[in-house]
């Protein structure tokens, strides 16, 4: 049985361990601010003291962090997992970040004698407790097989994409999906407060529908509430498109949608809302239509 490592317990890290600690027995952990690492420790994972000490006790190394600069410091930092690793590893990245400084890091690793491959992630907080996610992986395919029995602890949805980068390019496509979709439950939603609607029962009225999607079943009640717990936050949502922007103005490609969207999140991270979910872009609209959803309603409900 391969030794698993797994760095990075935030909101889908830690989700993802607890699911390989019910299938899988071996799993080490380490996390940046180290108290996080207890939960795991009480139900018998080891917690490394670095990814350097991580990588020398692991075959398959996960990594799941916030950004491009993150996962280059968990790997080429200080007591790095470049400094602990064995020939013949495997590293796995779950983060959203470059596909080109993926690349970077992979060819990196491979003059260690270690393998690589990316594979971001969707289906948010509720994906990575359930078990759910959907995981896009960039490698070879005999590394992504050699994963597979990790991947499905917590995924329901495995794609190998093709070579090392693309599954963050495909990423990147998934969250011009998210966020437009993300825009449009927001539109709808103000135009059902100002015109008057009940708001649970147009959501209930259309979520079956050919307008359902993820965003409107999961998000959209939690905007009626005015219920802004992330699964996924502004920052970290603006930074994925950050990178999609980064890849399109490499390509030349114009995205007026995707740059909308991307300002809006900027606007509320001026306003400190940077650490709100991603469904608080409808505060961007709110504040230019002068209203807000789930209060004030005309029918006094
Ligand atoms: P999060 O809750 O903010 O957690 C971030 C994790 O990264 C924490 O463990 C943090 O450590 C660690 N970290 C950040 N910077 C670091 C550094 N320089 N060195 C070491 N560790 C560092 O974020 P998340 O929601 O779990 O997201 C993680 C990744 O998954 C991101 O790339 C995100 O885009 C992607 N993702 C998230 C979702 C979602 O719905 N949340 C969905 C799909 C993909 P500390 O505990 O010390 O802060």
Redesign the pocket.
């Known amino acids: 049985m391969e030794q698993i490592g797994f760095?990075?317990?935030?909101?889908?890290?830690r989700g993802m361990v607890a699911n390989v600690q019910k299938t899988l027995p071996a799993v080490t952990v380490w996390?940046?601010?180290a108290s996080?690492t207890q939960e795991f420790v009480a139900q018998g994972a080891q917690a490394a003291a670095s990814p350097a000490e991580l990588a020398a006790q692991s075959d398959v190394i996960l990594i799941?962090?916030?950004?491009t600069?993150?996962v280059e410091?968990?790997i080429l930092g200080p007591k790095g997992v470049l400094s602990g690793i064995q020939p013949g590893t495997l590293v796995v990245d779950?983060?959203?970040?470059s596909p080109r400084a993926t690349r970077e890091l992979a060819a990196r690793l491979a003059e260690k004698g270690a393998t690589f491959l990316d594979a971001?992630?969707?289906?948010?907080?509720e994906g990575a407790a359930k078990g759910t996610l959907s995981i896009m992986v960039g490698g070879e395919a005999t590394d992504v097989e050699r994963a597979r029995p990790v991947f499905e602890a917590y995924g329901k949805t495995i794609t190998h994409v093709g070579p090392v980068g693309s599954g963050q390019m495909v990423k990147l496509v998934n969250q011009i999906l998210v966020v437009i979709n993300e825009l449009a439950v927001c539109e709808g939603l103000l135009f059902a407060q100002a015109g008057g609607l009940n708001l649970e029962k147009t959501l209930a009225a259309v979520t079956g529908g050919a307008a359902g999607s993820w965003m409107l079943a999961n998000r959209g009640p939690q905007m009626i509430a005015r219920d802004w717990r992330?699964?996924?936050?502004i920052d970290?949502q603006q930074?994925?498109l950050r990178l999609v922007l980064e890849a399109a103005d490499e390509f030349g490609l114009p995205l007026i949608a995707t740059s909308m969207v991307f300002h809006m999140y900027r606007a509320l991270q001026s306003q400190g809302l940077g650490s709100e979910g991603n469904h608080a872009l409808v505060k961007a609209l709110e504040h230019m239509a002068g209203l807000q959803l789930g209060t004030d309603r005309p029918d006094g409900s």
């Open positions: 760095i990075g317990l935030g909101i889908m890290g996390n940046r601010t996080r799941c962090v916030s950004d600069p993150d410091a968990v779950h983060s959203t970040i971001p992630v969707s289906g948010g907080s992330p699964g996924f936050t970290l930074k994925d």
